[in-house]
């Protein structure tokens, strides 16, 4: 039963039928709230959008970054005068997001806002200044960008009325010294999972029937690399060339020409298989065909960076497989992993060549389901909606 305290406006530009990450983890908050929302998302040209989603009611605008958020705030204006909106919720992805809502917030300055983030913008770690001056092949965000709409994403804290984060890290990241003294107004609310469905989405698996599949289900660019497992696999090809030969390193998702270039000039290239863009649900398929499921954190220079929790880690548990991390230690996704006793590497080569023998060597290593259940979207889900229903 949908909770009446009128319509909630949410700025989401990915969201569908803008496809992408950031859509379905928008998506997934929304169908297990039990508050009713009107979405301005992005427009995807003859993309249409086919959700089933009975509390929301979803609105395409044109445009990108500043002419997008322009427009959204002029739907807001256009619809406002029926709706009446007492609540909206700006998303960071793409980072004008919050500069939409800092519009609407100047149309209404009354409204209660809700600040979602799911990245720094501003002092984002992937953020490289040298994108300003060469074509960077790693596909890095635009420093200068970035900078342009941190600036409203910073006016957002302190504007916001609610401040939520999908994990621990980012927000102290993202809040610095701030931390405490806006602690009332911080929800923590994981990406999450819509529940194990191990044989939900599986096929026989007839070319890599003796082989041991380890795949990993997303992007592979700037900082986040294939460097570390390269290495691995080179000293695995040298120390137990039986067991290299018996891997796949399965791909689903863009690379860029950098590391296309990186494997292609490395002596285990015949590991992997670079399967390309898929949509979301054939991902799910392509998870389901794993033996073992695989998340590369990005490589930073400074620690303390590895503030992101990857949100294909959720959908991984919802397929039911082993996960294997190459993570730091002191990471966001290390502290997914260690509760629900994953497989965690740090990012060094002997070390993850090391787990790598035991996951093709060993016995079929069973996941306890009973840890990826705890992490179900509808338990943070309450959480949002009951701090909602005090704004």
């Known amino acids: 039963m949908m909770k009446d305290m009128g319509r909630i406006f949410m700025l989401a530009w990915a969201f569908p039928p803008i496809p992408g ?10 169908k297990y709230s039990q508050l009713n929302y009107d979405v301005c998302s992005g427009f995807a040209g003859d993309q249409k959008c086919d959700l089933n989603l009975p509390n929301a ?11 997008w958020s322009f427009r959204a705030a002029r739907l807001f204006r256009k619809l406002d005068k029926f709706n009446h909106y007492k609540v909206m919720i700006s998303r960071v992805m793409p980072a004008a997001g919050h500069f939409a809502g800092l519009l609407v917030k100047i149309l209404k300055p009354r409204i209660k806002w809700v600040v979602y983030f799911s990245d720094p913008i501003w002092n984002s770690p992937f953020i490289s200044f040298k994108s300003l ?4 092949r790693t596909h890095r965000p635009n420093y200068l960008l970035m900078k342009i709409f941190g600036i409203p994403a910073r006016i957002a804290i302190s504007l916001g009325d609610l401040l939520v984060f999908n994990n621990e890290r980012l927000a102290r990241f993202i809040l610095g010294k701030k931390y405490a003294i806006l602690k009332h107004k911080i929800v923590i609310a ?12 599986s096929e026989t698996r007839k070319e890599y029937k003796r082989k041991f599949v380890l795949s990993h289900v997303g992007q592979i660019y700037g900082n986040r690399t294939f460097g570390v497992l390269i ?3 080179k000293i695995l090809k040298v120390k137990h060339p039986e067991l290299y030969d018996r891997l796949v390193i399965m791909q689903v998702g863009f690379v860029c020409d950098a590391e296309i270039e990186r494997i292609e000039k490395s002596s285990v290239s015949d590991r992997f298989h670079l399967m390309g863009m898929v949509d979301y649900y054939t991902s799910l398929q392509m998870m389901q065909q794993a033996d073992c499921l695989l998340v590369i954190d990005p490589v930073f220079d400074r620690p303390g960076c590895n503030i992101y929790v990857p949100a294909k880690i959720f959908d991984y548990m919802a397929a039911g497989k082993p996960i ?13 992993v260690r509760s629900i006793e994953g497989i965690l590497s740090a990012q060094v080569a002997n070390d993850l060549c090391g ?3 035991d996951l093709i060597a060993g016995n079929p290593i069973k996941p306890d389901l009973k840890k990826y259940e705890i992490m179900h979207s509808s338990i943070h889900a309450a959480e949002v909606d009951k701090k909602l229903l005090t704004l």
Do not use: M, Q, W
């Open 57 to 67: 009611r979803i609105y395409p605008v044109k445009g990108r970054y500043f002419l």
């Open 231 to 233: 290495d691995a696999l």
């Open 190 to 201: 994981p990406y999450g999972h819509e529940g194990i469905k191990p044989e939900a989405y």
């Open 324 to 336: 294997l991390a190459i993570a730091d230690k002191d990471s966001a996704t290390a502290d997914i």
């Open 355 to 357: 787990k790598l023998i």
């Open 133 to 136: 001056f060469i074509n960077d």
């Open 21 to 30: 990450g950031e859509s379905v983890v928008c998506e997934r908050f929304i």
